[in-house]
């Protein structure tokens, strides 16, 4: 028998009795080398391991290489800004008062939520469609821009000449500088449009229809958002003149950006080609197209003297869209005009389910195309799910341009195809007809 001995210490504590308590086991051992898996097992790397990873490519500084690289509209646009100056840059870019439509606009695409379809076959996709009687192989086309050879010198030429390579329409708009026939020389198996401003002058208006007709095109489009001219506040701030003045600011922002600069002075100097033989100011030619006193007998007058397809481009309102297909329009284009006339306008996105509801219940064929907006082929699958028939882009075919010309414009619209063809495959479609509004849910603010 075993006793504990107490100190002296009569209150001190007694000692624990510790006879029933296990002993702590014994910490495991270290495994071993040979228990690791052989890929756990350190070792010094072989010449062999390491070469596949040393692949060091020579920087490439080329045109090509700097298109390649763009992934995205955004990063052509960041390209675009770097070699344009700031007046034309802005010019593209900005867009009326404090641009809150236009950032409405690109905020209406990202304000969705794609509902995808799983088990399909989308092994092939096919974005080719039908737009005002004939196909296009991709659902966009080129947007009428004005001054365009402003952004980067082949303009018109690299756009046209673009569109016509991915079997899709360009749009020459009356204030482009290449004229209506050199378009169609620089693009002769293209479809070509031709947007209209319809002037007071009925001679002048008459004039431009003939010629675009005698020069292949099939579609007219007729502006009809621009009784005055929006407040495009960049442009005020920039001193933007057409063309661009040579003044000590912009002297020193070409020292930035020689090779724009170099292009734009080696080149035809700039005129709005279309309107060669008028004379006057820029101001007195833009006052003279945007006519406040145009009403729908106007375009009555029009319907009556082109024979090919209508669009009405700037419609805002169902209403609209109804009273302008009722006067004769084949189709309408959903546009504020990119933002650049009325800020705080309405957005397309958000008037595209409206106006094909009202289409439906008319049981009328004309075409919906929208514009505005769209930086992405997700933005352009988007607008078909819920709609329309067709989509045009400009700013973003303006990015490119400016960020490589003719090459630029080709990188925007192969950027657009990837995009669309990845999107819709994984929604589970294949083709542009089995696009629904069920794809799309618009989120809730």
Avoid: C
């Avoid at 690109?106 to 509902?115: M, Y």
């Avoid at 070509?192 to 007219?220: C, H, K, P, V």
């Avoid at 009784?227 to 930035?256: E, F, H, Q, W």
């Amino acid at each position: 028998m075993t006793h504990t001995i107490q100190p002296n210490n009569p209150e001190a504590t007694p000692a624990p009795d510790t006879t029933d308590i296990p002993a702590a086991p014994a910490p495991a051992p270290a495994p071993s080398s040979s228990a690791l898996p052989a890929a756990l097992k350190r070792r010094i790397p072989k010449y062999s391991d390491l070469a596949p990873l040393m692949q060091f490519k020579k920087p490439e500084f080329s045109k090509e290489a700097r298109l390649k690289r763009a992934s995205t509209i955004w990063e052509l646009r960041d390209i675009a800004k770097r070699r344009t100056p700031k007046a034309p840059f802005d010019y593209t870019d900005g867009a009326a008062e404090e641009e809150i439509t236009l950032r409405r606009a690109r905020q209406a695409f990202l304000d969705i939520e794609f509902r995808p379809g799983i088990l399909r076959n989308v092994s092939a996709i096919d974005l080719s469609t039908e737009i005002l009687g004939k196909p296009s192989r991709l659902p966009v086309g080129i947007a009428p821009t004005g001054f365009t050879r402003m952004m980067q010198s082949e303009g018109e030429y690299a756009g046209s000449q673009a569109a016509e390579a991915a079997g899709i329409p360009y749009t020459l708009s009356t204030m482009g500088t290449a004229s209506i026939e050199d378009v169609a020389a620089a693009a002769p198996n293209g479809r070509n449009w031709f947007q209209l401003y319809l002037w007071t002058d009925r001679d002048r208006s008459l004039e431009l229809i003939e010629r675009a007709a005698r020069a292949g095109n099939d579609t007219l489009m007729v502006t009809v958002d621009t009784a005055v001219a929006g407040a495009r506040l960049r442009d005020v701030r920039n001193g933007m003149t057409i063309p661009p003045a040579l003044t000590v600011k912009t002297v020193l922002d070409a020292s930035y950006r020689p090779a724009w600069w170099f292009n734009f002075l080696t080149h035809e100097p700039l005129t709005f080609a279309s309107l060669s033989r008028y004379t006057g100011t820029v101001a007195d030619l833009i006052n003279s197209m945007f006519d406040p006193t145009l009403t729908f007998e106007d375009l009555d007058w029009l319907r009556e003297t082109w024979k090919g397809k209508l669009v009405v481009k700037g419609i805002q309102t169902v209403e609209d869209a109804r009273k302008v297909v009722d006067h004769g329009a084949d189709g309408v284009v959903l546009s504020n005009h990119g933002g650049r006339q009325l800020d705080r306008a309405p957005i397309p996105f958000h008037l595209l389910p409206g106006v094909k509801e009202a289409f439906t219940a008319d049981n009328t064929d004309a075409a919906i195309i929208l514009d505005t907006g769209i930086m992405s082929g997700a933005d352009i699958v988007a607008a078909l799910a819920l709609g329309a028939d067709f989509t045009l882009i400009g700013r973003a075919y303006l990015y490119g341009l400016m960020a490589g010309g003719r090459a630029g414009v080709d990188r925007t619209l192969q950027i657009l195809e990837k995009d669309m063809a990845r999107t819709m495959a994984l929604l589970g479609v294949s083709r542009v007809s089995e696009l629904t509004p069920d794809h799309v849910r618009l989120l809730a603010k």
